[in-house]
C-alpha cells in the first residue's frame, strides 16, 4: 500500500488502513523466499484486485519460474483469497497455505468446529475444518488459530484476525496436509515478504512515484525492482564467493 500525496493518475481511495480516506497505489508482488529475489509484480491503481487479475498476475509468476523447479509452495495474504488464485494454484500443482477473509458463513464453521489446546504454535487454541466457499469450486480445509483477547500474539498487524469480545482469531485455507502448527509456522514466514517490500521502500526508492503520469510510474516500478534484484544478486554472488574461499 503506497500512499500518495500529489496527484499522480491511478490514485483511488480504497483500502488503507494506515492513512484512511488517502489516495493509493496498490502495487502487487511476488518473491522467492530462499533468494529474496523479486520474481513479478506490478504497479497497480489503488482499487484491491479482483480474482481476474491476482490469477494474470501468478500466470506470469509460474512462467517466470527457473525451468529446473520441481515443488512449489505459495504463502499469501487475503488479499489472495479468492477461487481464481486458489485454482491458480492448483493447474501450476502449488502447495499453498492463505489467509483467509471473514465471512459470516464461514464464521458459523468455526464456532461448530472442535477447538484444542496448541501448544506447539503461538494461539492458545487450534481447529480445523472443511469448508467450500460460496462461488468455490470444492471444499477446502481450515485451520483457525485463536488467542485470549487480554493476550494479543505478536506483530499482530502482520495476521489476518477477527476480534469477538474473548478471542482474537487466525485463519488460514490450505491444500496441504501437514499438522496445524506446521502450517502456522510456514505462513509465518510471510512476515520475510513484508521485510523484503520495506527493503524496496526505503532503499530502492518503491514508494517514490515522481510523475503524474501513469505509464511513467509503471516504468520507474519496474526500474527499482530490477535495482533491487542487482542489489541481491551482488549479495548473493558474495555469499557464494564466502563459501567457495572456506572450501
Known sequence: MHTL??????ARKSYNPKNKGKKSYQPILTFIAET???????????????GKQIARHLAA????????????????DSGFYCWEAVQAYEQAKVRFVLGARKTTRRL???QAARW????????????????????????YRFIALRYQN???PQKREQYQLSDTPQYLYRVFVTNMDDEIARLAWLYNQRVAAENLVKEANNDAG????????WATNCVHFQLVMLAYNLNCWLLLTGVQNEHHVAD
Not at 529446473?68 to 509452495?73: D, Q, T, W
Not at 518503491?206 to 503520469?213: F, G, K, T
Open 206 to 213: 518503491l514508494a517514490a512515484h515522481p510523475s503524474q503520469r
Open 36 to 50: 529474496r529475489e523479486y520474481l513479478w509484480g506490478e504497479l497497480r491503481n489503488g482499487d484491491r484486485p479482483d
Open 116 to 139: 484444542k489446546p496448541s501448544p506447539e504454535t503461538d494461539a492458545d487454541e487450534e481447529c480445523e475444518f472443511r469448508y467450500q466457499p460460496e462461488g468455490w469450486g470444492k471444499a
Open 5 to 10: 500525496y500529489g496527484k499522480q493518475m491511478g
Open 150 to 152: 487480554d493476550k494479543p
Open 61 to 76: 509468476v509460474f512462467g517466470a519460474l527457473p525451468s529446473g523447479v520441481v515443488r512449489l509452495f505459495a504463502r499469501g
Open 108 to 110: 458459523d464453521q468455526r
